[in-house]
């Protein structure tokens, strides 16, 4: 399954704030952004614009560049694990692939 970048980045965001002790509303208040919308971008929900995500990153005093290299990071730890789970296909897995069988139509 693919990963959104927004997903990813909701993440970051999201262990930054519960590492500092902070909840959603003192986060939002600072960054002056809606409680539920900043809810929605750390659920991967919305996509926050470069503004917004500044302003969140202020708020958390974290900088913008130390969250896409995060995101970045973990991004690509899951597209290597799905790399991995594509890359163990059974080739000894039979299709059968049924006859055509024609039909008359009266």
């Not at 809606?34 to 302003?55: C, D, N, P, Q, T």
């Amino acid at each position: 399954m693919t990963t959104l970048l927004r997903e990813v980045i909701g993440d970051v965001l999201r262990r930054a704030r519960v590492e500092q002790g902070r909840t959603l509303r003192e986060v939002s208040d600072s960054a002056r952004v809606s409680l539920g919308y900043l809810s929605e971008v750390e659920r991967g929900r919305k996509e926050a614009s470069s503004e917004l995500l500044s302003a969140i990153c202020g708020a958390l005093d974290i900088p913008l560049s130390r969250v896409l290299s995060e995101a970045g990071d973990d991004l690509a730890v899951e597209e290597s694990r799905d790399a991995a789970s594509t890359a163990h296909i059974d080739v000894s897995t039979k299709v059968v692939i049924p006859q055509v069988v024609s039909m008359a139509v009266a």
